[in-house]
């Protein structure tokens, strides 16, 4: 998306959370907890992926979009379709996506990304924020 920014990707915190679990430190009860809210999310709102599940390896994942910001009054906090989010984009100054990953079979619920999304990005540039490079240092040349 055009507008995507501040990326966060939390893969690092998944891939050292999955090698407690695979290790016996952390007991499959506490990380396969995906509330009832969550798993009908993934159901109706959701985005199917080709990755299986890391803990149960029997279905695959899905990737819930949630979204808050000021700008959303009463839909903050709800999930979006991926499809939705441009179009939001577009309408809205600014607002963060939160991508969260279920299996829908053992309940394994993980955040895989952050970012924010809407029509300050246009306002950037292709320097994401920057100073044109003749302003740079206070004064220009």
Not at 70 to 76: H, Y
Not at 88 to 93: D, E, F, H, I, P
């Amino acid at each position: 998306m055009r507008t995507q920014r501040q990326v966060v990707d939390f893969s690092l915190r998944r891939r050292a959370l999955l090698r407690e679990v695979q290790s016996g430190r952390v007991g499959t009860y506490e990380v396969c907890d995906a509330s009832p809210y969550l798993k009908s999310a993934a159901k109706f709102h959701g985005e199917p992926t080709d990755k299986l599940c890391p803990v149960c390896r029997r279905e695959n994942l899905t990737h819930v979009h949630y979204i808050y910001g000021d700008e959303l009054r009463q839909s903050s906090g709800q999930a979006r379709r991926l499809a939705e989010l441009p179009v939001l984009a577009m309408t809205l100054s600014e607002f963060h996506v939160y991508v969260v990953e279920v299996c829908r079979d053992c309940g394994w619920n993980h955040l895989v990304e952050q970012y924010l999304l809407g029509r300050d990005g246009l306002a950037a540039g292709p320097d994401d924020g920057e100073q044109p490079s003749r302003l740079r240092g206070g004064a220009a040349e």
